[in-house]
């Protein structure tokens, strides 16, 4: 599967904000850091974005 490097919330490319790679389930994601927040508290938000999501709880 082949991904842009984007934000997987805002899809904003990494040609205009900066992105960290994440891995989950043995796959690839970035995201930027507006949106880090939510991968870290808040990763339920993530629920369509990511399978599971739903099932992780933040810290």
Do not use: R
């Not at 796959?27 to 990763?43: A, D, G, K």
């Not at 339920?44 to 099932?55: F, I, M, P, R, T």
Request: net charge negative.
């Amino acid at each position: 599967m082949s991904q842009d490097k984007a934000c997987l919330v805002c899809k904003k490319p990494s040609t205009e904000v900066p992105v960290t790679k994440f891995y989950y389930q043995e796959s690839e994601f970035y995201i930027c850091p507006q949106h880090i927040p939510i991968l870290i508290h808040n990763p339920q938000e993530l629920n369509g974005l990511l399978a599971g999501a739903d099932k992780l709880t933040g810290g």
